[in-house]
């Protein structure tokens, strides 16, 4: 059976309601923190790249990222010890610029359930996982569509360097278009991230 074009979007529809109901079907927003980066902005920029070989990626496409991020916790601390953790949402509006090759960027949406553990105040280890819709005009080969989707994983550590609140992370990144059009050859990236927090 051919996945057919309106099934394509159906499929990126369900992905971003399922992303969205992960991040909000926890308690209500915390309000026993403290801590001024719980809730945050963060700017990220950094570099990728996609790996042929790697699921059915069959191009290498070389990017740079900026992406604008907001932290927001969700819920309540949890755990002791090493351990304690809080769990935030991470909303994401990515940028990406193709450096090879030479294409237009992509902007995307997506919403990341994310876990701090948050024992120590100068160095707090993440790992997260989300996704949702990309626009691009890019014409990558083995690619097609304007409109995809993305997901990922990953993890990092915020930090104290100076006074400056900062971050360093590592991600998988998938991106297909879900059957929209063929071909569909997904992009399999890794990306590493250095995030500055803004005073805001």
Not at 32 to 37: E, R
Not at 54 to 74: A, F, S, Y
Not at 101 to 121: C, H, K, L, S, Y
Request: a positive charge; charged letters at 15%.
């Amino acid at each position: 059976m051919i996945f057919s074009f309106t099934n394509g979007y159906i499929y990126i529809l369900r992905l971003t309601i399922i992303l969205l109901a992960l991040c909000v079907t926890t308690q209500a927003y915390a309000s026993d923190s403290t801590d001024p980066a719980a809730k945050s902005w963060y700017l990220l920029v950094g570099a990728g790249s996609s790996q042929p070989g790697w699921g059915n990626t069959k191009e290498k496409v070389e990017t740079v990222d900026l992406i604008l991020r907001h932290k927001r916790p969700q819920a309540k601390t949890r755990g002791s010890s090493w351990y304690l953790n809080r769990k935030s949402v991470l909303l994401e509006v990515p940028l990406t610029l193709l450096r090879q090759p030479d294409e237009p960027a992509m902007i995307g949406f997506t919403m990341n359930v994310n876990w701090t553990f948050i024992a120590r105040q100068r160095f707090q280890p993440y790992m997260f996982i989300g996704g949702g819709p990309v626009y691009t005009r890019a014409e990558i080969p083995g690619t097609s569509s304007q409109l995809k989707g993305s997901y990922q994983a990953g993890i990092g550590a915020d930090f104290s360097l100076g006074g400056i609140a900062m971050s360093l992370e590592y991600r998988y990144h998938h991106l297909s278009n879900g059957g929209i059009k063929k071909p569909n050859d997904s992009l399999n990236s890794g990306k590493i991230l250095l995030g500055f927090r803004l005073p805001l």
